[in-house]
C-alpha cells in the first residue's frame, strides 16, 4: 500500500502560480505512473496531468497544456505540478494519484492523495 500526501495548495490571484508537491510513502522510486486529477464544485474529477516511471514522458489535459508541468524526482519519492498564469477556473481540490498504467483515467490508478485546495480569485 502506498500513502500519498499532497502539499502547496492555496489562495493565488489570477494570473500567478501555484506550485503542488506529492510525497509517496516508503521508497517508491520509478514503480509507478503518477498523476494529477483535480475537482471543482459541481464538476466530475478530471485528469489534469500524468508522468511515466521514469520521468521521460508526460501528458497533459487541453486546460493544463501549455500552463501546468508535471515532474517527479523518484530519489526524493515526490511528484510535483507546477502551475502558471492560473485562472478561477482552475480552482478545484487537486488529487495526486498513483498507479501502474500511464492513463488519463482516474480508474487506472490505485493509490490517492487526500487532496489540496487550489483557489483562484479573479
Known amino acids: 500500500q502506498v500513502q500519498l500526501v499532497e502539499s502547496g495548495g492555496g489562495l493565488v490571484q489570477a494570473g500567478g502560480s501555484l506550485r503542488l508537491s506529492c510525497a509517496a510513502s516508503?521508497?517508491?522510486?520509478?514503480?509507478?505512473?503518477m498523476a494529477w486529477f483535480r475537482q471543482a464544485l459541481g464538476k466530475d474529477r478530471e485528469f489534469v496531468a500524468t508522468i511515466s516511471r521514469s520521468g521521460e514522458s508526460t501528458s497533459y489535459s487541453d486546460s493544463a497544456k501549455g500552463r501546468f508541468t508535471i515532474s517527479r524526482d523518484n530519489a526524493k519519492n515526490t511528484v510535483s505540478l507546477q502551475m502558471n498564469s492560473l485562472k478561477p477556473e482552475d480552482t478545484a481540490v487537486y488529487y495526486c494519484a498513483g498507479g501502474l498504467s500511464y492513463d488519463r483515467a482516474p480508474r487506472a490508478y490505485q493509490f490517492w492523495g487526500q487532496g489540496t485546495q487550489v483557489t483562484v480569485s479573479s
Open positions: 516508503g521508497r517508491t522510486g520509478s514503480r509507478y505512473v
